[in-house]
């Protein structure tokens, strides 16, 4: 199973935006599907984004659909989660993981990236 490190998170007003990072190793970390999930405080972990392995395709939440944008870079073993717009509401642990097709985590999850978005 591919290893995961997310990075990218941080504090953020209310409309900014944020680009995460998700580093895998492994090696099938380029051939799987891959996703982005987030937990807020309270609420269970949620799927937010997914992309393909050849990045052909995407899926994403209703809630983050036309603000967040996923991307990968298979030469860098590197997934993308581009942030737009945030709300208060987007306040959460961004987790990436390998996904079966679109939306169930598949792998073991990282340690996450904090993302909060202050009003």
């Known amino acids: 199973q591919a290893q995961l490190v997310e990075s990218g998170g941080g504090l953020v007003q209310a409309g900014g935006s944020l680009r995460l990072s998700c580093a895998a190793s492994g090696r099938t970390a380029s051939t799987s599907h891959m996703g982005w999930f987030r937990q807020a405080p309270g609420k269970e972990r949620e799927f937010v984004a997914a992309i393909t392995w050849s990045g052909g395709s995407t899926f994403y939440a209703d809630s983050v659909k036309g603000r967040f944008t996923i991307s990968r870079d298979n030469a860098k073993n590197t997934v993308y989660l581009q942030m737009k717009s945030l709300k208060p509401e987007d306040t959460a642990v961004y987790y990436c993981?390998?996904?079966?097709?679109?939306?169930?985590?598949?792998?073991?999850w990282g340690q996450g990236t904090l993302v909060t978005v202050s009003s």
């Open positions: 993981n390998s996904v079966r097709w679109p939306n169930v985590p598949a792998g073991s």
